[in-house]
């Protein structure tokens, strides 16, 4: 193990107080030991490193300059937000991100009072901080006091819509609001966009521009204090209005680009726009992610997300398994059905590598579409492409398909267009905890007339759900399947397509009938096989479709047995409502079935183990074993260790 980097100037920052002490000089000393902190933090732990790395000279200047907390500092996505972390006060923490009981990897207004907004999801910061600028001229919050918001939101993340309807609201209300936009090339894929080409033409375009533009918007607030600064400063004043005209004409004084690792830029930048801005500023500041540690630099993701790795040579390590990824699973017999079918296109939304498209658009580039952060947007692309007789298979994580539920209900599910919604990361996904946990999408999605909702017991499935898919043209249709490795079954050669509506017996038993929804048939199966060494063997089937339900296999099951337990990886109101509501229509429950339902509990579940998630869900093997013994008024012996 090496030691811990020497920090001492570091050290001497308990709070973001400590820095407004110090002098630019210790600024710089901050900032690279800040930098080798970050580094050997997520050695320890995995994480997001390349976005904190990106941010860690912006990330000192900010608070050096503006007066945290009471300055409302809002941090887009939060992918970054280690450094910021540190600084605040979690430092003695900061090698427990991401796991059970520790830091969150993402802001968190719970956590700290330096988090006053949480975010995980993208493109939601100008809209909070312009909510806390208006809040502090109503006087909101008199004790203490608000103060100014600073919004940090990346490039990619400007490529969603809710950027610019903050944008066009805060510039008609002109509140004083800063917004800093961290223009580093690289959100997580690289980025999409007519925004991308128009920062990059910002970033490569003349700086030296006519000294009389100087009088035009931000550049009025710079004179005095540059006027009698050094020659950086000078400089600055000529480089301020580079073309920034899209942000003036919504309203907002423009500045930049600037270096966003350069203190001696950033600084004076700032101390400037605090105290003489009068209304919305946008500060355009260029970074690198990953930058100063070169394995993050040289990786395509720039260390996007990593697991824990060697600090000096930047080998993470990884975890073997004799399965294939259901990710992977997707994308390969996605582009084998493609191969049959040239009406298959792809559509993800910025999250090519995490869906596994970017095998797709190696293969198939004119029939892969990355629409960037934009999930509203490639819902309904989606579903024009549909209209004109393609068969788009949308590819979204579940929890930001939560994004775009108004086009999946009123463009999708109400014209009855047969888009493929491949719903990645179902159920919880472990170090990422409740912002991204796969919790909604069965509840939201089998409520709507015409949908097909499938989800996959394990890989196998998987590939037959695909091909399902692909031969579905008769409306919308959704296969869900989780993080992480599959089971290891044997594999087919070619999915094929299941009956729609239907499901498939497991085992036959007696007694007690147990109904899968989804991933957890491995663990219903180990409870199972502990339950039988006690001379109970219940019934298994997995149902494959929670809209439209397997009615007869349904009512079979609650015929031929005591009680039924449905099991699946989703919330409330998912499909053993839907189970519950057609057994209360046929009037089972009056001939005196038992019937339960093992959801997800009515919380959000903190970010841990997937085990240890599920552990707090209640939905691990021992779980369901209990729950048998309890219909069948079996007194438990108790979770085992």
Request: charge should be negative.
């Given at each position: 193990m090496m030691a811990k980097p020497s920090t001492p100037t570091l050290d001497r920052v308990q709070s973001p107080a400590d820095l407004r002490t110090m002098s630019d000089a210790d600024l710089r000393r901050v900032a690279d030991e800040l930098r080798a902190e970050t580094i050997d933090a997520v050695s320890h732990?995995?994480?997001?490193?390349g976005a904190g790395l990106g941010v860690v000279e912006l990330t000192v200047a900010i608070h050096a300059i503006f007066d945290t907390p009471r300055d409302r500092l809002v941090w887009d996505v939060s992918h970054q937000c280690y450094p910021h972390k540190i600084l605040t006060g979690r430092r003695d923490r900061i090698r427990t991100l991401r796991q059970k009981d520790g830091l969150s990897g993402f802001t968190k207004r719970s956590e700290s009072p330096y988090?006053?907004?949480?975010?995980?999801?993208s493109s939601t910061s100008i809209s909070a901080a312009l909510g806390f600028s208006v809040a502090r001229d109503l006087g909101g919050a008199p004790d203490p006091a608000l103060g100014d918001a600073i919004a940090v939101i990346g490039d990619g993340a400007m490529s969603a819509g809710q950027a610019y309807e903050a944008l066009n609201n805060a510039g008609h209300l002109k509140k004083r609001l800063f917004v800093i936009l961290n223009d580093n090339e690289m959100s997580i894929a690289p980025p999409v966009g007519a925004m991308s080409s128009y920062l990059s033409r910002l970033y490569a375009g003349d700086p030296f521009q006519q000294f009389a533009a100087a009088a035009k918007g931000a550049v009025s607030m710079l004179p005095q204090p540059f006027q009698e600064g050094a020659r950086r400063a000078r400089d600055l004043l000529k480089h301020s209005v580079v073309g920034g005209t899209l942000f003036e004409e919504l309203g907002f004084s423009y500045l930049g680009p600037i270096d966003g690792h350069d203190l001696d830029q950033l600084l004076p930048v700032l101390r400037t726009v605090r105290a003489r801005a009068d209304g919305p500023v946008l500060i355009h500041v260029v970074t690198k992610k990953g930058k100063g540690y070169a394995p993050a630099e040289n990786a395509l993701d720039?260390?996007?997300g990593v697991g824990k790795f060697d600090v000096i040579t930047g080998a993470q390590q990884k975890a073997k398994s004799n399965a294939p990824s259901y990710t992977s699973v997707f994308a390969k017999s996605l582009l084998e059905e493609a191969a049959r079918d040239d009406r298959v296109c792809a559509v993800t939304a910025a999250m090519p590598d995490g869906t596994g498209l970017n095998l797709f658009a190696e293969r198939?580039?004119?029939?892969?579409?990355?629409?960037?952060?934009?999930e509203q947007h490639g819902v309904t692309f989606s579903g024009g492409l549909a209209a004109g007789g393609m068969k788009p298979f949308c590819a979204i994580y579940s929890t930001f398909l939560q994004r775009g539920y108004d086009q999946v209900v009123h463009d999708i599910a109400l014209q009855r267009l047969p888009v493929r919604f491949a719903i990645d990361r179902a159920g919880l996904v472990g170090a990422d905890g409740a912002t991204h946990a796969g919790a909604f999408d069965i509840a939201y999605l089998a409520n709507l007339p015409g949908f097909t909702v499938m989800a996959a017991a394990?890989?196998?499935?998987?590939?037959?759900?695909?091909?399902?898919?692909v031969a579905h043209d008769e409306?919308?249709?959704?296969?869900?399947?989780?993080?992480?490795?599959?089971?290891g079954v044997e594999m087919p050669e070619r999915g094929q397509v299941l009956e729609i509506g239907k499901g498939r017996m497991i085992r036959e038993g007696k007694g007690v009938a147990l109904l899968n929804f989804g991933a957890r048939l491995k663990e219903i199966e180990e409870a199972v096989e502990n339950l039988s060494a006690r001379g109970i063997t219940p019934t298994v089937a997995d149902a494959r479709f929670a809209k439209p339900l397997d009615r007869e296999l349904i009512l079979r099951l609650a015929a031929e047995h005591d009680a039924l337990i449905t099991i699946e990886e989703g919330s409330i109101g998912g499909f053993g409502s839907h189970v519950a509501q057609l057994l209360a229509d046929e009037g089972v429950f009056d001939a005196g079935l038992i019937f339960r339902s093992m959801v997800l509990p009515d919380i959000f579940i903190d970010q841990a183990s997937p085990r240890d998630m599920y552990e707090v869900a209640g939905l691990n093997a021992e779980d369901i074993e209990a729950k048998v013994l309890s219909v069948m008024g079996v007194e438990s012996l108790g979770k085992r260790a």
């Amino acid at each position: 193990m090496m030691a811990k980097p020497s920090t001492p100037t570091l050290d001497r920052v308990q709070s973001p107080a400590d820095l407004r002490t110090m002098s630019d000089a210790d600024l710089r000393r901050v900032a690279d030991e800040l930098r080798a902190e970050t580094i050997d933090a997520v050695s320890h732990t995995g994480g997001h490193l390349g976005a904190g790395l990106g941010v860690v000279e912006l990330t000192v200047a900010i608070h050096a300059i503006f007066d945290t907390p009471r300055d409302r500092l809002v941090w887009d996505v939060s992918h970054q937000c280690y450094p910021h972390k540190i600084l605040t006060g979690r430092r003695d923490r900061i090698r427990t991100l991401r796991q059970k009981d520790g830091l969150s990897g993402f802001t968190k207004r719970s956590e700290s009072p330096y988090d006053p907004f949480g975010a995980a999801h993208s493109s939601t910061s100008i809209s909070a901080a312009l909510g806390f600028s208006v809040a502090r001229d109503l006087g909101g919050a008199p004790d203490p006091a608000l103060g100014d918001a600073i919004a940090v939101i990346g490039d990619g993340a400007m490529s969603a819509g809710q950027a610019y309807e903050a944008l066009n609201n805060a510039g008609h209300l002109k509140k004083r609001l800063f917004v800093i936009l961290n223009d580093n090339e690289m959100s997580i894929a690289p980025p999409v966009g007519a925004m991308s080409s128009y920062l990059s033409r910002l970033y490569a375009g003349d700086p030296f521009q006519q000294f009389a533009a100087a009088a035009k918007g931000a550049v009025s607030m710079l004179p005095q204090p540059f006027q009698e600064g050094a020659r950086r400063a000078r400089d600055l004043l000529k480089h301020s209005v580079v073309g920034g005209t899209l942000f003036e004409e919504l309203g907002f004084s423009y500045l930049g680009p600037i270096d966003g690792h350069d203190l001696d830029q950033l600084l004076p930048v700032l101390r400037t726009v605090r105290a003489r801005a009068d209304g919305p500023v946008l500060i355009h500041v260029v970074t690198k992610k990953g930058k100063g540690y070169a394995p993050a630099e040289n990786a395509l993701d720039k260390g996007h997300g990593v697991g824990k790795f060697d600090v000096i040579t930047g080998a993470q390590q990884k975890a073997k398994s004799n399965a294939p990824s259901y990710t992977s699973v997707f994308a390969k017999s996605l582009l084998e059905e493609a191969a049959r079918d040239d009406r298959v296109c792809a559509v993800t939304a910025a999250m090519p590598d995490g869906t596994g498209l970017n095998l797709f658009a190696e293969r198939y580039p004119s029939r892969t579409f990355d629409v960037g952060i934009a999930e509203q947007h490639g819902v309904t692309f989606s579903g024009g492409l549909a209209a004109g007789g393609m068969k788009p298979f949308c590819a979204i994580y579940s929890t930001f398909l939560q994004r775009g539920y108004d086009q999946v209900v009123h463009d999708i599910a109400l014209q009855r267009l047969p888009v493929r919604f491949a719903i990645d990361r179902a159920g919880l996904v472990g170090a990422d905890g409740a912002t991204h946990a796969g919790a909604f999408d069965i509840a939201y999605l089998a409520n709507l007339p015409g949908f097909t909702v499938m989800a996959a017991a394990d890989e196998a499935e998987l590939k037959h759900m695909v091909a399902t898919a692909v031969a579905h043209d008769e409306g919308p249709i959704a296969f869900r399947f989780p993080r992480g490795e599959g089971t290891g079954v044997e594999m087919p050669e070619r999915g094929q397509v299941l009956e729609i509506g239907k499901g498939r017996m497991i085992r036959e038993g007696k007694g007690v009938a147990l109904l899968n929804f989804g991933a957890r048939l491995k663990e219903i199966e180990e409870a199972v096989e502990n339950l039988s060494a006690r001379g109970i063997t219940p019934t298994v089937a997995d149902a494959r479709f929670a809209k439209p339900l397997d009615r007869e296999l349904i009512l079979r099951l609650a015929a031929e047995h005591d009680a039924l337990i449905t099991i699946e990886e989703g919330s409330i109101g998912g499909f053993g409502s839907h189970v519950a509501q057609l057994l209360a229509d046929e009037g089972v429950f009056d001939a005196g079935l038992i019937f339960r339902s093992m959801v997800l509990p009515d919380i959000f579940i903190d970010q841990a183990s997937p085990r240890d998630m599920y552990e707090v869900a209640g939905l691990n093997a021992e779980d369901i074993e209990a729950k048998v013994l309890s219909v069948m008024g079996v007194e438990s012996l108790g979770k085992r260790a």
